[in-house]
């Protein structure tokens, strides 16, 4: 089962400039997280936001989270050409519950 | 910080024949671990929840028959591929939940996946 949709499916930017990627999904959450996967290779863990938090922050990352209209944004700034990478939100529903992945968001970032 | 082991990172096999693919949480116990498989180009697709000591449940659509999960310890579990065919090529990839001693499930751990190629 997949949770929710992931806007762009593709992104392709210059060194520098930011890149937004966004993500809905369907059912109520306890918390959204963001991973981002190399090419063939596992997951890293970027942050977590919970249901009851608005907005974090962590380095060049921020990540909004609106409950009412199910959605969450992803905001890489200053983005460099080792960002390049597929990035996918995910939701877990209650805790100890499986993630359930978005479809993802193919970042490429060109020197 | 919890490290989730899994192996083999790769294995190629012929149609017909089983391949097992081990995940252990290896300082941390974990009674649930989850396995996600993962087609080129797309998303990490839940197939099913492995709990310790009891049957595996499986997500619609996967068919338990063929993929078998085993959860026999607190620090292992394994999904078997059972004749395995072309089409069951993909990147399989576990997790695990690291429980404080509240017994709050708290951070998820991934391990570094599975390629299979299935000839």
């Known amino acids: 089962s997949q949770q929710g949709e992931e806007d762009p499916q593709a992104l392709s930017i210059q060194e520098g400039e930011n890149a937004t990627m966004n993500c809905s999904y369907k059912?109520?959450?306890?918390?959204l997280q963001w991973y981002r996967q190399n090419s063939g290779r596992g997951l890293v863990h970027l942050i977590l936001i919970r249901s009851n938090e608005r907005e974090k922050h962590s380095g060049r990352l921020r990540v909004t989270l609106d409950t009412s209209k199910k959605s969450s944004s992803l905001l890489i700034t200053a983005s460099r050409a080792a960002d390049t990478a597929s990035y996918f939100c995910?939701?877990?529903?209650?805790?100890?519950?499986?993630?359930?992945f978005g479809k993802g968001t193919t970042l490429s970032v060109s020197s | 910080g919890a490290v989730v082991s899994q192996h083999p990172s790769w294995v190629i096999c012929k149609s017909g024949t089983s391949v097992k693919i081990e995940c252990r949480s290896l300082d941390f116990q974990a009674t649930t671990m989850f396995w996600y498989r993962q087609f080129p180009k797309q998303s990490l697709m839940l197939m099913a929840t492995?709990?310790?000591?009891?049957?595996?449940?499986?997500e619609q659509g996967v068919e338990k028959d063929k993929f078998l999960i085993n959860h026999a310890s607190l620090t292992l579990s394994t999904l078997t591929v059972t004749s395995a065919h072309p089409e069951d090529s993909s990147f399989y990839i576990c997790?695990?939940?690291?429980?404080?001693?509240?017994?709050?499930?708290?951070?998820?751990?991934f391990g570094s996946g599975t390629q299979l190629s299935v000839l």
């Open positions: 995910a939701t877990v529903a209650g805790a100890g519950t499986a993630l359930i």
């Open positions: 997790s695990a939940y690291q429980v404080s001693r509240g017994g709050v499930n708290e951070k998820l751990f």
């Open positions: 059912t109520s959450i306890n918390n």
């Open positions: 492995s709990n310790e000591g009891s049957k595996a449940t499986y």
